[in-house]
């Protein structure tokens, strides 16, 4: 990964963060409790510890994460 695209996916977590808006789905089965974050090719796993902490769990792009 590249610096700017390092820097689009903290741009992404941090406006999440702020606002609750972002390509957030929320994942079932064994992962059911956490979520996914899409930022383009990029997706970002997460859970959410407390309500004001968001736990990030992994990052992959698209077509190594599922």
Known sequence: MDRSEA???LRALEVFAATGRGDV?????ELKGRYR?????????FALDQPAIVLV???DNRGQAY
């Open 25 to 29: 789905k929320a994942l079932q089965g």
């Open 37 to 45: 974050l899409r930022i383009g090719k990029w997706r970002l796993f």
């Open 7 to 9: 820097e689009r996916i």
């Open 57 to 59: 769990i992994g990052i």
